[in-house]
T-cell receptor
Framework: DAGVIQSPRHEVTEMGQEVTLRCKPI?????LFWYRQTMMRGLELLIY????????DSGMPEDRFSAKMPNASFSTLKIQPSEPRDSAVYFC????????????FGPGTRLLVL | GNSVTQMEGPVTLSEEAFLTINCTYT??????LFWYVQYPGEGLQLLLK?????DKGSNKGFEATYRKETTSFHLEKGSVQVSDSAVYFC???????????FGKGTKLTVNP
């Protein structure tokens, strides 16, 4: 089992540029979650999907952020335009849908916006 | 709304010391409770969980008991090792939902 795969692992970009983060969930899982982790705010849920459909995007900070899940094996989180305050570690996690089910996290993408 | 409060760190212990990290929660209904661990430079991974009152989750020498009467899920280990140095997150799964609500994390450092 390859686990949750995220790319890139590190991204350095300049303010105003578009950033795209990618995630491949564990095969067979049907729920996918995007989180952001910062020292100041801790771990925040941005959005989650079930069966490729967005269920709750209340954590998406603003319109500059968007997420898609075109199929069961791929999701993207896009920031356009990026700002320095978006610098954080972004995690993707997946699970088999169910109350109390374990979420499996990827290694994260460390984003730095200059 | 639902929330998780865990003791603030950092916590520094010597090897073989006893560990307790306190976690209390506020929730409607009957949540599932989790402890996740994050090693440096890695994503979170499940350490243990409990899905109903009085359940005890255990793994790698760590234990936590779901206490409904005190709304707590404290993490304990009898003898910590240097390799246990990490950040520990308490979390709950909202009743009927897949969403996890995390505490702010407690950083543990174990010195030889």
């Amino acid at each position: 089992d390859a686990g949750v795969i995220q790319s890139p692992r590190h991204e350095v970009t300049e303010m105003g540029q578009e950033v795209t983060l990618r995630c491949k969930p564990i095969s067979g899982h049907n729920s996918l979650f995007w989180y952001r982790q910062t020292m100041m705010r801790g771990l925040e849920l941005l959005i989650y999907f079930n069966n490729n459909v967005p269920i709750d995007d209340s954590g998406m900070p603003e319109d500059r952020f968007s997420a898609k899940m075109p199929n069961a094996s791929f999701s993207t989180l896009k920031i356009q335009p990026s700002e320095p305050r978006d610098s954080a570690v972004y995690f993707c996690a997946s699970s088999w849908r169910g109350f109390g089910e374990t979420q499996y996290f990827g290694p994260g993408t460390r984003l730095l916006v200059l | 709304g639902n929330s998780v409060t865990q003791m603030e760190g950092p916590v520094t212990l010597s090897e073989e010391a006893f560990l307790t990290i306190n976690c209390t929660y506020t929730a409607t209904g009957y949540p599932s409770l989790f402890w996740y661990v994050q090693y440096p430079g890695e994503g979170l991974q499940l350490l243990l969980k409990a899905t109903k009152a009085d359940d005890k989750g255990s793994n790698k020498g760590f234990e936590a008991t779901y206490r409904k009467e005190t709304t707590s899920f404290h993490l304990e280990k009898g003898s910590v090792q240097v390799s246990d140095s990490a950040v520990y997150f308490c979390a709950l799964s909202e009743g009927g939902s897949e969403k996890l609500v995390f505490g702010k994390g407690t950083k543990l450092t174990v010195n030889p």
